[in-house]
């Protein structure tokens, strides 16, 4: 259970910043504590009574600072055990402290809360998952998500994982923290599409039992970095699904890290690729110009629409008779998000093991460049 009294913790910038201050006697709570702490990737500090204003050490502590530096007043966020409660009521009153207990049927701990000015009244274990990522959310900063750009073919062989690729190669490029996620299972691996399949770093397979939050940090650092971007795609091994929750979960903690994520997703739509669409800011439906592309990128278009309202047509080349990229953005009732340009020596460079927008002047990278110029001005500014 957890009660909110009098106003929300105070927002946060982004950027890892320091574990929580607990405050409890209670062994018991203390160990449940610190176990949701390790859930949540934090450290914290930990007291028996309200910490000194400076010089005073933790008395029991997974690696705290000085009371000084990490006490009362400068912790993200506050936890107390009901235990402590009446040993704090003297604190200076401050945003960001929870109250927690155990006793469900205890009234006398809303007025506890109150003495103490906290935001919060939890109680476990009913609460672990809410505190869990109130204390991910506090260590890692919550500031702008992600600009989240999905890109899925009209067709087979449409061109989707080359320009998710290029895109994602172009914002690393221009100095903007880049993830590549590879959603489809079939495709192949966008590692090796980048020429990194033996890069160490965990695969889909290593999440597909994610439950509840994913730590964002740990996630950026535990996937292989490639061309100054990392990227989640699939092993060779048997694992061709990952639960919806996990996905859910994993795409969450991508975006809280902030800068850019692409997604290269598959035609066929079920409820993993439902949880990705749910996350995209923008998807880009890439239809060779030709009748048949538009028909069959027509019946995608129905599909994804139902879960992403911004959905936009690339349209690639070379053209039929009668057609252009206005018409082919037409035929679709879709808003026409520029032409692909093709890339001369594109299949020479990936049997170079050079991956797609590499070559900053080339066409394709120029179109990505302006599609994210784009993009950043329509999202408000730089990510």
């Known amino acids: 259970m957890a009660g909110n009294i009098t106003h929300d913790p105070p927002p946060t910038a982004g950027g890892r910043r320091g574990g929580p201050l607990i405050v409890t006697e209670d062994t018991e709570l203390l160990d449940d504590l610190l176990r949701l702490c390790a859930a949540a990737g934090a450290t914290p500090e930990v007291h028996h009574s309200l910490p000194a204003v400076s010089g005073a050490t933790a008395g029991r502590t997974g690696g705290g600072t000085s009371g000084q530096l990490g006490g009362w007043e400068a912790a993200p966020l506050v936890i107390v055990g009901d235990d402590a409660a009446r040993r704090v009521r003297g604190a200076v009153r401050r945003r960001g402290v929870v109250l927690v207990g155990r006793d469900q049927d205890d009234s006398g701990v809303w007025q506890r809360a109150v003495e103490i000015g906290a935001d919060h009244v939890l109680m476990l274990p ?27 073919g009209g067709r087979g062989g449409a061109g989707a994982s080359t320009l998710a690729c ?13 993830l590549l996620v590879d959603a489809d299972p079939l495709g192949g691996g966008l590692d090796v599409l980048l020429g990194g399949e033996t890069a160490d770093g965990l695969r889909w397979s290593a999440f597909a039992a994610s439950r509840g939050r994913v730590g964002s940090g740990a996630l950026e650092e535990s996937l292989p970095e490639l061309h100054a971007l990392r990227v989640l795609s699939w092993d060779r091994g048997d694992c061709v699904a990952v639960p919806a929750q996990a996905v859910r979960a994993v795409l969450a903690a991508a975006r809280r890290r902030g800068g850019t994520v692409v997604v290269d997703l598959p035609r066929r739509i079920d409820d993993g690729v439902a949880e990705v669409l749910a996350q995209l800011d923008v998807g880009l439906l890439v239809v060779p110009a030709e009748l048949r592309a538009v028909a069959a990128a027509g019946r995608v278009a129905t599909a994804v629409g139902m879960v992403l309202r911004d959905l936009r047509v690339a349209v690639r080349g070379p053209y039929a008779s009668g057609l252009d990229d206005r018409e082919v953005a037409r035929l679709l009732g879709l808003p026409l998000a520029g032409e692909v340009p093709v890339e001369p020596g594109l299949l020479r460079a990936a049997e170079s093991r050079r991956p797609p927008g590499t070559s900053a002047r080339g066409p394709l990278a120029r179109f990505c460049r302006e599609f994210w110029d784009r993009a950043l001005v329509e999202t408000g500014g730089v990510v």
């Open 166 to 178: 290029a895109l994602a190669v172009t914002s690393a490029r221009e100095g903007m923290r880049s």
């Open 126 to 152: 009913d609460g672990e998952q809410w505190l869990v990522d109130r204390i991910a959310d506090v260590t890692e900063g919550v500031g702008k998500p992600a600009l989240t750009v999905g890109v899925i």
